[in-house]
């Protein structure tokens, strides 16, 4: 340990000489591990902006009940609120239901200035228990009266199927991204070796010991994936900065998790996978090498 | 000290680089072994360096067995050696400084004894006004120089030279080998290697080992002392 410490300005001084010695290898292996990495992110952070979604979805939890003209809706919502797993119910009027719609619709909402009158029926909001939501939609429905059940199940259920098939990506990208990190990483240490082979005997005639030899290498593969890595943030940054952009301005209605905590968590995943891949892929060059 | 009985070394395509090699070299003498190109030499430095194993016989460098000694052994060993290779095996793109603490950097001596002793080196083999120059750009001769201090700057019991005179003109090696010699003490032993036996016949105070009837053939490779 005490070489090491005594050593580190060395260790580092050998880095830049291996990678000046094959700078344009290095450069594109660099590239090529950023581009892997930024694939890597926005799986995780498309991953985590459905999670989120669905979370939300989730949370806000409710169905539209529709009902006659011709009956009290006072009398519906009170046999509503006697169903188990309901957690609030809410009248909404017909100025309230357009004003909703318009929110929601944003300047597409001018299209209402066709019609003579207001085209929306009123209802009733009911927040429930989601896990519930089939025996309310039939208890509901069976209320005299009731026209129209209308819930988000559908929604849900197709986003957590995305959800499910983000997953299922996003696993299978780890696993491409690993092998074709490892790949690089190890080819790459490998490629140092080769050139560096004559320093390398020289050290060994000298009695200097395997780990003195080996560190620069395993610094240059953790270097160049920990950059790697580092790049495909900058990258992240970018597009994710765009995609947020133009879905606050078009579809303000879908919620996102904040900015800042999906770039934090994707740093802090795409840093550690590049240390350890960066790790394993020169422990795996120096290993080939050995032979 | 090293003790050579009986020793043979067959290379893997049945080349025989030594036949029954039998010698004692105490620590703290100055050896000279000679002998025409191809007469075992090198093949001699090469099992002295653990580079290659003994096929047959006993050989112990230092008070190791080379028979059976293992990485961890021979890495230790080899700190204790000063190797100057024919070809030098300096580190391309680096200085002269660098050259000769690289192979102290995983010695037990602190930065600043080894800045000290390389310092010291440096100047006593007369290169410390070229101390920052990377050594692609130095002469044969200063080249050699920056190998010899790199062997001799991390205090080896060992002093091992292959043909340090190679490629030099008479006063140039004998330059060589009057500092070689100089860094002969109680505890290091210093061997060198030469095919120029006139260098050495004046030579006093030292063991002279030479390599007998050295064509490429080794078929009648023997040693013998002659101090």
């Known amino acids: ?291 | 000290m090293i003790i050579a009985n009986k020793l043979y070394l067959k290379y893997p395509d049945g080349t025989l680089g030594l036949k029954d090699v039998n010698l004692v070299i105490p620590s703290g003498e100055v050896v000279y072994i000679t002998g025409p190109s191809g007469s075992g030499k090198t093949s001699f430095l090469k099992l002295l360096m653990g580079m290659e194993s003994p096929s047959d016989g006993y050989l112990t460098v230092l008070g190791k067995d080379m028979n059976n000694i293992n990485n961890r052994e021979l890495r230790r060993l080899r700190r204790s050696i000063g190797p100057i290779f024919q070809d030098f095996k300096l580190l391309d793109g680096r200085t002269v400084y660098e050259n000769v603490i690289i192979g102290m950097r995983f010695l037990d001596f602190s930065k600043s004894e080894i800045q000290n002793l390389a310092l010291a080196t440096i100047k006593r083999v007369g290169l410390d006004h070229k101390i920052n120059s990377i050594v692609d750009n130095l002469s044969y001769g200063e080249r050699q120089r920056v190998a010899i201090a790199r062997a001799v700057a991390r205090r080896p019991l060992l002093i091992i030279a292959d043909e340090p005179t190679g490629n030099l003109d008479k006063d140039n090696s004998l330059n060589i080998l009057d500092l070689l010699k100089s860094f002969k003490d109680n505890n290091t032993t210093v061997i060198i290697t030469t095919h120029a036996t006139h260098l050495i016949e004046d030579e006093q105070d030292c063991i002279k080992i030479n390599v007998l009837n050295g064509k490429m053939s080794t078929e009648e490779v023997s040693y013998e002392s002659n101090c």
């Open chain 1, 1 to 291: 340990m005490k070489v090491i410490v005594r050593n580190t300005g060395y260790f580092f001084r050998e880095i830049k000489t291996i990678v000046k010695l094959d700078l344009l290898s290095n450069i594109f292996s660099i590239i090529s591990l950023s581009f892997i990495f930024f694939l890597l992110s926005l799986i995780f952070s498309g991953g985590n902006i459905v999670e989120h979604m669905i979370t939300a979805i989730e949370d806000e939890a409710q169905i539209s009940v529709y009902y006659s003209d011709d009956i009290d809706v006072t009398i519906i919502g009170s046999q509503i609120k006697e169903i188990s797993g309901i957690r609030d119910i809410l009248y909404i009027d017909e100025t309230e239901a357009k004003a909703e719609m318009t929110e929601i619709m944003g300047e597409e909402s001018r299209i209402f200035e066709l019609f003579d009158h207001n085209p929306f029926d009123p209802y009733i909001k009911v927040k429930i228990e989601l896990d519930q939501v089939d025996t309310i939609v039939e208890e509901v429905s069976s209320i005299s009266g009731v026209e129209l059940v209308r819930d988000n199940k559908e929604i849900l259920d197709k986003l957590k199927d995305i959800s499910s098939l983000i997953s299922l990506l996003g696993l299978l990208i780890v696993i491409a991204v690993s092998v074709a990190t490892l790949i690089i990483t190890s080819h790459i240490i490998r490629q140092g070796i080769y050139l560096n082979k004559e320093q390398i005997n020289t050290l060994r005639l000298l009695g200097a010991p395997e780990y003195f030899i080996r560190l620069p290498f395993i610094l240059e593969g953790l270097l160049m994936t920990i950059l790697s890595g580092l790049m495909s943030n900058i990258m992240l940054f970018v597009v994710l900065k765009y995609i947020y952009s133009q879905t606050m301005s078009f579809l303000p209605f879908i919620t996102l998790p904040k900015f800042n905590g999906i770039m934090t968590l994707i740093i802090l995943i795409t840093l550690g996978l590049s240390f350890a891949l960066g790790l394993i892929g020169s422990l795996f060059g120096l290993k080939s090498t050995n032979k």
